[in-house]
């Protein structure tokens, strides 16, 4: 069975910063392009970024481009995202999800909420 | 690239079926087959319930399905049943690694 657990999220002030993780199970990892998807309260979805799986690649969306770090250790099955500089406009649930390359997310975690706010 | 436009909501009784549009331009919906449709119940996760605009994931009733005329896609879900009422999103690849979602269409069973 795939698994996705992300953690990490929490209350934090403008301008500070906060690393989520996201441990995978139940598939190759190694093989999978990764992402983060952030969901607003009330709102919808938006893509933050992503990972090939050697890393060699990584995008990210316009709004956190030069804030978000996106990394994997594929030895732990892992992804995180590191983000620095955080605005009031990055509350939101995070997302992991298995990527097929193409931004179709086939599988997603529970989500962990950050919230910006002072 | 702007959002994808979905209607807000829809609707329609048990046994029903009702479809759901998701237009863009010939830069995403229209350029290319990668048009999806993600299921989202209040607070839970979203779920992939249609990829690659007509296909379905294994374990998504066939009541679900998918289909693409230019630059609009579609949903469509047949038999409504109850636990079928909650967001639905679409999204589409939109050329250099870049993707664009739809707002969500509230889908309430009557």
């Known amino acids: 069975e795939v698994q996705l657990v992300e953690s990490g999220g929490g209350l934090v002030q403008p301008g500070g910063s906060l690393r989520l993780s996201c441990v995978a199970s139940?598939?190759?990892?190694?093989?999978?392009?990764m992402s983060w998807v952030r969901q607003a309260p009330g709102k919808g979805l938006k893509w933050v970024a992503n990972i090939k799986p050697d890393e060699t690649q990584k995008f990210f969306a316009d709004s956190v481009r030069g804030r978000f770090t996106i990394s994997r250790d594929n030895a732990k099955n892992s992804l995180y995202l590191q983000m620095n500089n955080l605005r009031a406009e990055d509350t939101a649930v995070y997302y992991c999800a298995r990527d097929n390359g193409w931004h179709t997310y086939d599988f997603w975690g529970q989500g962990t909420l950050v919230t910006v706010s002072s | 690239q702007s959002a994808l436009t979905q209607p807000p909501s829809a609707s329609g009784s048990p046994g029903q079926s009702v479809a759901i549009s998701c237009t863009g331009t010939n830069s995403d919906v229209g350029g290319y087959n990668y048009v999806s449709w993600y299921q989202q119940h209040p607070g839970k996760a979203p779920k992939l319930m249609i990829y690659?605009?007509?296909k379905r994931p294994s374990g998504v009733p066939d009541r679900f399905s998918g289909s693409k005329s230019g630059n609009t896609a579609s949903l469509t879900v047949s038999g409504l049943q109850a636990e079928d009422e909650a967001d639905y999103y679409c999204?589409?690849?939109?050329?250099?690694?870049?993707?664009?979602f739809g707002g969500g269409t509230k889908l309430t069973v009557l």
């Open positions: 999204n589409s690849y939109a050329g250099s690694n870049n993707v664009v």
């Open positions: 690659e605009v007509n």
């Open positions: 139940g598939f190759k990892f190694t093989n999978n392009w």
